[in-house]
């Protein structure tokens, strides 16, 4: 079955940079387009940024600045590489895999909060 696991969340200062990764199983990696999303206390759950199999990506307009989506086809890894984090930046954070034309899978998320 379809297994998305996220890491690299913890606590940073404003200003820092981190990366998170997620590792997928359970699907041809490569075919599917992957993409992270965001949900902060009492909001609703945020798109950040996708990619497809081949590499291009798309960015919601608030996050292309600072974040960037990568992947690793033969590692079966998703990366977000943030920098310059906020305190609204504070969040627990998604990996998704879109089948179907809809993102449907979704990791158990990782938190990343933001002190200042």
């Known amino acids: 079955q379809v297994q998305l696991v996220e890491s690299g969340g913890g606590l940073v200062q404003t200003g820092g940079s981190l990366r998170l990764s997620c590792h997928a199983s359970?699907?041809?990696?490569?075919?599917?387009?992957m993409g992270w999303f965001r949900q902060a206390p009492g909001k609703e759950r945020e798109f950040i940024a996708s990619?497809?199999?081949?590499?291009?990506?798309t960015y919601a307009d608030s996050m292309r600045d600072r974040f960037a989506i990568s992947r690793d086809n033969g590692r079966n890894m998703l990366y977000l590489q943030m920098s310059s984090l906020k305190p609204e930046d504070t969040a627990v954070y998604y990996c998704?895999?879109?089948?179907?034309?809809?993102?449907?899978?979704w990791g158990q998320g990782t938190q990343i909060t933001v002190t200042t």
């Open positions: 990619i497809n199999g081949r590499g291009t990506s």
């Open positions: 998704s895999a879109q089948f179907g034309g809809a993102f449907g899978s």
């Open positions: 359970g699907f041809t990696f490569s075919t599917y387009t």
